[in-house]
């Protein structure tokens, strides 16, 4: 083995609970483990990003992993931590969302299959699609008493709450399904290790229990810590909703912003756990920040890390360029390199104007820009007055009242800057 991989997530704080004889059982050659993916998006979330972290430390310490798209349990949903049951998908969708999945987790995991350990992706609609109802009952089900399916935390907590709903037949046999998942895993692939979450340990154990029982064979659990933020507020959400790994669904500038106005507390842990910088490289950047807290180095260098590894290098130059640009620090061309995602992304809630496209082709005074055209000023007086003091600027750049906006000003073809001194900015999209 190349490294320890317990001892390794160990302290990055990503090691919540094992079972005994897990690290030895490591040590002793490569093992294969795996990890479920709910497959309900096209997209991971940053919320999945601790799973897929582990595996990647897990085939670095020289192991082989296996990622699970739950394409028969996302049909059910899983009721840990969840207060009601899920929508079902189709199979077609879930097809479109396995194929994104495994695109997103390239990125991560090497799936080279020259590599004795390299990753595996595996669907478990594709072992259970053919399973009856009557074949289950028998070879799994009778395996396991419900006494020892209603002492699991996730349904204790479900049959406990105050949901009238309570919990459906199809919810409670998630963990049977998951638990089966487990004893195919180990008898076709000697998979000998599940990783998930805290709340995932019930369903785990199911697992290594039904191998126990059906297999005659010893299988692991470890879990990581269900990841917090320090004021309490949930990790990876915002008010807009999750922050996806999709650049469709969370721009990079976005998903830069997240992680660099995390908390100091924050960034301390995160920059463990979603950073593959060496234990040395963390404790001297901690040490730094605490010198210098204002410089907020810590908070960069998390930003800088994580949208490289699911972006791109070039994805976070734009997402500096578009974080500047709220600073005063960007210059025209700068603007106008912008996307328009990344663009409205920066600007949303800022008064907009919209004005006809041929306005803009036959040049538009700044009078008409500011006053007439826009109402971003009271009065054509007033807008003559700021421009006289020389607090009007097109796209970050000062101008006169001679000033003429013609297309060349537009940024992705329709958006045009203008601010009034430091504090007010308005948006005016040609149409």
């Known amino acids: 083995m190349t490294k320890n ?14 079972m005994p004889g897990t690290e030895e059982h490591l040590q002793e050659k490569m093992r294969a483990a795996y990890v479920g993916i709910d497959p309900t998006a096209d997209s991971l979330h940053i919320g999945h990003l601790v799973g897929v972290m582990m595996l990647r430390h897990f085939q670095l310490a020289g192991h082989k992993p296996f990622a699970l798209i739950g394409g028969a349990t996302g049909m059910i949903g899983d009721p840990s931590g969840k207060s009601k049951e899920r929508n079902l998908l189709d199979e077609e969708t879930l097809a479109h969302n396995q194929a994104a999945l495994k695109s997103q987790l390239e990125r991560f995991l090497d799936f080279s299959k020259d590599e004795a350990n390299g990753a595996v992706l595996v669907n478990n609609y594709d072992w259970m699609k053919d399973f009856s109802f009557l074949e289950f009952a028998r070879d799994v089900g009778k395996h396991i008493t419900v006494n020892y399916m209603m002492a699991k935390d996730s349904v204790k907590k479900r049959l406990s709450s105050e949901s009238k709903e309570g919990m459906s037949f199809t919810e409670f046999t998630y963990q049977l399904l998951q638990g089966y998942d487990f004893l195919h895993l180990y008898n076709q692939h000697e998979c000998t290790l599940q990783m998930g979450g805290s709340d995932q340990w019930g369903n785990i154990t199911t697992g290594t229990e039904l191998i126990r029982r ?4 010893k299988g692991y659990a470890l879990t990581c810590p269900l990841i917090t933020k320090a004021d309490g507020t949930k990790f990876g959400k915002t008010e807009g909703g999750n922050i996806w790994l ?34 040395e490289e963390i404790e001297n950047l901690i040490k730094e920040h605490h010198e210098e807290p204002h410089l907020r ?3 960069k260098k998390l930003a800088e890390e994580v949208t490289t590894m699911v972006h791109s290098k070039e994805d976070l130059e734009n997402a500096i360029k578009a974080s500047n640009v709220l600073f005063g620090k960007s210059t025209a061309d700068d603007l106008k390199a912008l996307n328009e995602k990344t663009f409205l992304d920066i600007f949303e809630g800022v008064p907009q ?25 009271k009065s054509n007086g007033e807008a003559r007055r700021a421009l006289k003091e020389n607090s009007i600027s097109v796209n970050k750049e000062k101008v006169k009242e001679d000033y003429t906006i013609t ?17 007010n900015t308005y948006i005016i999209k040609a149409i």
């Open 214 to 217: 059906i297999g005659n064979g």
């Open 353 to 377: 104007a919209e004005i006809k496209h041929s306005l803009i082709e036959n040049g538009m005074d700044m009078i008409a820009a500011l006053a007439a055209e826009t109402n971003f000023l």
């Open 5 to 18: 991989f317990v001892q390794e997530i160990t302290w990055r704080g990503m090691l919540h609970d094992t």
């Open 297 to 299: 180095q810590l908070q």
């Open 246 to 279: 999709d650049a469709e669904r969370t721009s990079p500038y976005k998903f830069y912003q997240y992680w660099l106005n995390t908390s100091d507390d924050d960034a301390a842990k995160y920059i463990k756990i979603f950073t593959f910088l060496t234990q």
């Open 407 to 423: 297309e060349k000003d537009l940024i992705s073809g329709k958006y045009i800057i203008i601010n009034k001194g430091k504090k």
